[in-house]
């Protein structure tokens, strides 16, 4: 039972332009959300998390929206450059509360950005 | 403060043998995870740790695997009997307990079974 879904296992994007990643989930129970980056040999690292009682989080470049109503949630990478090429993974505990040691994971988006 | 570290990076093994991996935290992190991540999947939840005591333990987790945590401090994963469907990314991670936690994983253990 994938629980959270990451329906698109690759994007290409221009250097310089948007990138738009997106998660879906089932379980209406998951109240937050974390999206970590995961280069080659090395193991995630986090990135930007979003609690249910927002719809919006942002850190420099990175913007997250979280759409309850829809259970889907997106990362926006605005201007993508090709350092950000990587598998980006979104994530969902499945406590609630915030404690997220039991993560749920999405399969994955590969970001390529292209110079 | 080095980041998680994970050892031995990569392991190929024949079927039916047993193999261990190390995982060592952050140092000031009490909890402490393993995963597993397949090729094209994301990671797994496979056990957890707070302090010395393992709290948690997924179905994923056959007989055949077993972790511990002695003194609290680094972490050992063992798979006895190898199967080739162990083969997989092992990743360790661990957290500070307070409040929302943001997990710190290690680059993790290739394991090959052949």
């Known amino acids: 039972d994938q629980q959270v879904k990451q329906n698109s296992p690759s994007l290409s994007v221009q250097e310089g332009r948007i990138s738009i990643l997106n998660c879906d989930y089932t379980?209406?129970?998951?109240?937050?959300f974390l999206w970590y980056k995961k280069y080659p040999a090395e193991g995630p690292t986090f990135l930007i998390s979003?609690?249910?009682?927002?719809d919006k989080n942002e850190d420099g470049r990175f913007t997250v929206f979280l759409n309850k109503s829809a259970k889907h949630l997106s990362l926006h990478i605005v201007p993508s450059q090709p350092g950000d090429s990587a598998v980006y993974f979104c994530?969902?505990?499945?406590?609630?509360?915030?404690?997220?040691?039991?993560?749920?994971f999405g399969k994955g988006t590969l970001l390529t950005v292209n110079p | 403060d080095t980041g998680v570290s994970q050892d031995p990076r990569h392991k190929i093994t024949k079927r039916g043998q047993n193999v261990t991996f190390r995982c060592d935290p952050i140092?000031?992190?009490?909890?402490l995870y393993w995963y597993r991540q397949t090729l094209g999947q994301g990671p797994e939840f496979l056990t957890y740790?707070?302090?010395?005591?393992?709290?948690?333990k997924s179905r994923l987790l056959s007989d055949r695997f077993s972790a511990e945590r002695p003194k609290g401090s680094f972490s050992t994963l063992e798979i006895q009997r190898t199967e080739q469907g162990d083969s997989a990314m092992y990743l360790c991670?661990?957290?500070?307990?307070?409040?929302?936690?943001?997990?710190?994983f290690g680059s993790g253990t290739q394991l090959s079974v052949l």
């Open positions: 991670a661990s957290s500070y307990a307070l409040g929302v936690e943001k997990l710190f």
């Open positions: 379980n209406s129970m998951f109240d937050y």
């Open positions: 979003i609690s249910s009682i927002k």
């Open positions: 994530a969902a505990p499945r406590n609630s509360g915030g404690s997220n040691y039991k993560l749920t």
């Open positions: 140092s000031e992190h009490n909890r």
């Open positions: 740790f707070q302090n010395e005591a393992q709290l948690e």
